[in-house]
């Protein structure tokens, strides 16, 4: 007998009794039929319950999950999952959020020097982060979905429904992907948007389609990337941003290899920059002193297209009221 049936039956016993305890004290002969009658529906509505699915309604459709039992189960809230977990169903969890541009990549260990994390079927900080950063995603379109790094029923079916297709990428060709705008109010053309609450910015073509997504890591609580319309007013390759880093924090590496500088989009300084990292253990998280953090291979990626001049916009939630 499965757990779901066990609890089901001891839920129906329990009431019978207490149905049975109660008709006793009023009348023990003239509402016995009465508790009789009661144990008879009752045990209708637990045969009926088990000849039903779990959640017919809660069907896993999307093909990376669909053949997976754990995560059936936790779509039709009969299982969460959270840090711990191991197994193909973790692995399946990982690939889906990679694809979607969240913090999912290997990085070197602390301890070692060998590369650790990444889509490797076990449930550590770095799932919890981008599961938690997912969630505040998804929780702008799907009720029920709170930032607990745990993953129910109500995420599960929002990652369903919200993952791309097996074998893509959030920002392949026909992929339905929500993505915010590409325009900031008064008719600005944006060519990267980087959404702090879910750690992940967006890169479009000059024609604004969907280019790429790409992770990051902003500003601490005491140091918060400002939120705005900004542009590219410079770009430092390799040589400078190493020797910046060493001149501001006596480390070459502090910028990562590159660096895209922001002002506001009237020339002003922001004091923000777009730069690479070697901290990669620390992406998708609140962490820098106010700068937009990438992983190096990514900065690199955008430093080649992008150009002074630019526009850049930082908000807080994927769907801010100024992308329109």
Known sequence: MTARVKDIG???????????????????????????????????????????????????????????????????GLLTLKSGAVGP??????????????????YPSRMTGTPVGGVDGSWGGQLATAISNFQWHASR????????????????????????????????????????????????KLRAVIVKQE?????????GTLHAIFSNATGAKATQTRSGLKMVAGKLGLADAQAVGKRLWQDPKAFGDRILNLSWIDGKNSGEEMHGTYARDRMGQDVSHGCARHYNEDIIYMFDRLNVRDAVAIVDTVNDPNLQ
Do not use: C
């Open 10 to 76: 001891g839920i129906a016993l329990r009431l019978n009794e207490y149905a049975l305890f109660q008709s006793k004290r009023r009348n023990p002969t003239a509402l016995q039929g009465f508790a009789m009658t009661q144990r008879r529906a009752l045990t209708f509505v637990l045969a009926a319950a088990l000849l039903l699915p779990a959640a017919a309604s809660a069907q896993l459709r999307n093909a990376r999950f669909a053949a997976d039992p754990t995560l059936a189960k936790v779509a039709a």
């Open 199 to 207: 750690h992940r910015t967006f890169f479009f073509n000059a024609d």
């Open 89 to 106: 169903h973790v692995k399946a969890l990982q690939q889906a959020l990679l694809d979607m541009g969240f913090s999912l990549r290997t």
């Open 141 to 188: 379109y799907y009720a029920g979905v709170r930032a607990d790094a745990v993953l129910d029923k109500a995420t599960m079916l929002a990652l369903d429904a919200m993952a791309p297709s097996l074998g893509k990428q959030a920002w392949s060709a026909g992929e339905k992907t929500r993505a915010p705008i590409a325009r900031w109010k008064r008719g600005y």
